[in-house]
């Protein structure tokens, strides 16, 4: 019987700047890593894996909406750091009566919503 979500994995082809950008730009706390892949928010509930696209099938998935939203205690001001480090955003910091919401692109193209409510 499935009880949980382990981990989301998404998929990327520069996993340098992958770290720098999920560890030193977004702030994600780090769990384990190889020089394949990096895992980040454990013992959150589900964690997020971000992996070395090393296969065709997971090439194909590299640069993309992944569909995942994370939540953001003081969204306007992290966006005016990335904004300022160069970080892409596909979609500008929005407000509306239910909150605000941005989203950020990883140096490979994800993209991820980025919301505080």
């Given amino acids: ?5 382990k981990n989301i994995v ?3 082809k520069d996993i340098k700047a992958a770290r720098r950008f999920y ?3 977004l702030g994600l706390p780090a769990g384990q890593e190889t020089e394949y892949m990096m ?7 589900t964690a997020l894996g971000i ?10 998935l590299v640069g993309r909406h992944t ?6 205690k003081g969204l306007e001001e992290l966006y ?10 596909t979609e500008p ?15 490979d193209g994800n993209e991820f919503a980025l919301v505080e409510m």
């Fill in 93 to 107: 910091l929005e407000k509306s009566p239910w909150g605000k919401m941005a989203v950020v692109a990883d140096p």
């Fill in 23 to 25: 560890r030193e730009q």
């Fill in 80 to 89: 005016a750091r990335l904004t300022r480090e160069g970080v892409r955003f």
């Fill in 51 to 60: 992996s070395l696209a090393m296969h065709e099938a997971a090439q194909k």
């Fill in 67 to 72: 569909g995942i939203t994370f939540t953001v």
């Fill in 10 to 12: 998404v998929f990327v």
């Fill in 39 to 45: 895992e980040f928010l454990p013992g959150e509930g």
């Fill in 1 to 5: 019987m499935v009880e949980k979500i």
